[in-house]
């Protein structure tokens, strides 16, 4: 009997759970094989002692099937979940090339939009879902990824890929214990909605170097991540993607109860001075305006001096 074959790329906060949960479940399953890429130290030690996976509710040791830092000879694959940093997408795609078939389902779980429109070009012969994840979870220590609170969705789905391949992904979230929530039409609109809120807030925390809690405590700074947020609305708009009236407002009142304290990944990325998503989150916005004609002079304000 030929195994299915899921293989999870790059296994940082949201890959680590997720590639945690599915191998937590099948890793010991004849039927399956569930393998982790990863690179440097963390691969090491996740191949000495396993994946360390501290969650509220306790600490769980997960062992993979396989785990790999090339993934040129890994052979076909039925399921990969893209977890990477949208600068490494380009590079890890084309490692991935020769595994990827017509039966191959891909679920990308990036930030933002441009990164599924990507591989969807790429490979077009695979399935390629809509996806994204609402989760606090980053790597602790080489080995060790933390989940902070018990609020985690993972949102994915396609209107035209083949009903028996989204089943068998259905079947393997419900067994691995993985909150999530299929939809069809929609999918792409519900990864729209999560963009709605992290590309203005990415952008702007990583101008400012300022917390949500400051953001939201000067009126200038909360009237300029408004402005983002309408802005991207009317790109949107312009791509016939029609998010909820209330989206902004919707978004206003998530970052009025985060914590005061809170920032973004890619705010931390630019104050650390490493690799940053900014052509993914802010970039692409200016580029979709450009071709749409729409104008958005917060978003070409903020991109050309994050650039500079």
């Known amino acids: 009997m030929e195994k299915y074959r899921i293989a ?3 296994m940082g906060g949201v890959g680590g759970y997720y590639g945690g949960m599915l191998a937590q479940r099948f890793a010991t399953d004849e039927k399956y094989e569930v393998i982790f890429i990863a690179r440097g130290e963390h691969k090491e030690k996740i ?4 994946l360390t996976l501290e969650l509220e509710e306790g600490t769980q040791v997960i062992r993979p099937s396989i785990i790999a830092d090339d993934p040129a000879p890994l052979g076909k694959l039925d399921l990969i979940l ?3 940093k949208s600068y490494s997408l380009e590079q890890v795609a084309g490692q ?6 017509s039966d191959t389902v891909i679920l990308p779980l990036l930030n933002g939009v441009e990164s599924i429109e990507y591989l969807q070009r790429r490979f077009p012969e695979a399935q390629v879902l809509w996806g994204c994840v609402y989760i606090i979870a980053s790597i602790k220590a080489p080995g060790v990824v933390q989940v902070q609170g018990k609020y985690n969705r993972l949102i994915w789905g396609s209107p035209d890929s083949p009903q028996d391949k989204l089943e068998r992904i259905k079947s ?3 067994e691995a214990g993985i909150n999530h929530e299929q939809y069809e039409q929609e999918a792409e609109v519900k990864v729209w909605e999560k963009f709605s809120f992290i590309s203005p807030v990415a952008s702007l925390t990583s101008l400012t170097h300022q917390t949500m809690g400051q953001i939201m405590d000067q009126p200038a700074l909360q009237e300029q ?9 009317q790109v949107s708009k312009a791509r016939g993607i029609e998010l909820p009236g209330d989206i902004v407002a919707r978004n206003l009142d998530v970052v009025e109860r985060m914590q005061r304290h809170v920032t973004s990944s890619m705010e931390r990325d ?25 104008a958005v002079p917060m978003y070409q304000q903020v991109y050309q001096a994050l650039k500079g």
């Not at 991540?225 to 609305?233: A, G, S, Y």
């Not at 940053?276 to 004609?293: F, H, M, P, Q, S």
């Open 47 to 50: 191949a000495q002692r396993g």
């Open 225 to 233: 991540l408004q402005q983002l947020m309408l802005e991207l609305v």
């Open 270 to 294: 630019f104050a650390n001075g490493n690799n940053t998503e900014l052509e993914n989150l802010t970039g692409y916005i200016v580029r979709e305006a450009d071709k749409y004609n729409v």
């Open 96 to 101: 991935l090339a020769k595994s990827i078939s």
């Open 8 to 10: 999870v790329v790059g």
């Open 82 to 84: 893209f977890c990477v």
């Open 172 to 174: 393997l979230f419900d």
